[in-house]
């Protein structure tokens, strides 16, 4: 059974860093998304991706966060300068023909310190 | 008032028993709706979508009543391996796409042997 997969599973970083977390989505899937977890809370949506751009973004997805699609497998969240407030579970997202079907990965725990 | 709305629990139950989890959202231009289970510290995972004229999977059974906002999950001979926290979603409609997920706090089963 295809799967979301997601790289690395845990990141440590020093506040004030730069983080690339990785993802590869189910090979036919067309719509992309990040969400984050903060521990103990809910999940939160944060940017949608489509046809090579950003569909919807949140509020939490300020001018620190891009995504990009660099090839035809992978797609990443960049965090441009960490905050000790963005440690969280990322998980990564995608979906295909069935609307709104979304299949989550595991999850990178990232980790500021 | 919260976009999605669960009871936190936890419900314990024994082995075999029946429990039913209820959810509201508040706007009413929803239009999909589902069930996640998640475990602990682990993704969340697709267990149904939930259609107006209410489905079924196995022992799981999903309603939607969109006059009231309200969706309810029915999960019958409950197993030890149902012990999760199950999210209700809601896609939240947004100009152009309606692809953007938004999560309840969830609701904790713990199965008693």
């Known amino acids: 059974e295809p799967e979301v997969t997601q790289t690395p599973s845990h990141q440590v970083t020093q506040m004030g860093q730069e983080v690339i977390l990785r993802c590869v989505p189910i090979?036919?899937?067309?719509?992309f998304y990040w969400y984050r977890q903060i521990l103990g809370q809910k999940v939160e949506f944060l940017v949608s991706f489509y046809n090579n751009e950003i569909s919807e973004k949140s509020e939490i997805f300020d001018d620190q966060f891009s995504v990009e699609r660099p090839d035809g497998s992978n797609f990443t969240l960049k965090i441009r300068s960490t905050k000790l407030e963005d440690s969280a579970m990322y998980f990564c997202a995608s979906s295909g023909t069935v609307p709104h079907e979304q299949y989550f990965g595991p999850g990178t725990r990232l980790t500021v310190t | 008032r919260k976009e999605v709305e669960q009871d936190p629990g936890p419900f314990n139950v024994p082995e075999g028993a029946t429990v039913a989890f209820n959810c509201t959202y508040s706007n009413s231009a929803s239009q999909s709706f589902f069930w996640y289970r998640q475990d602990c510290r682990k993704e969340p995972k697709l267990l149904m979508s939930?259609?107006?004229s209410g489905n079924e999977d196995g022992r799981f059974t999903a309603q939607l009543n969109r006059a009231s906002q309200y969706i309810s999950l029915l999960i019958r001979d409950s197993k030890l391996s149902d012990s999760a926290t199950y999210l209700c979603v809601v896609n939240r409609p947004r100009r152009g796409s309606a692809r953007q997920l938004t999560f309840g706090s969830g609701t904790q089963l713990t199965v008693l042997p």
């Open positions: 090979s036919n899937h067309l719509y």
């Open positions: 939930v259609y107006s």
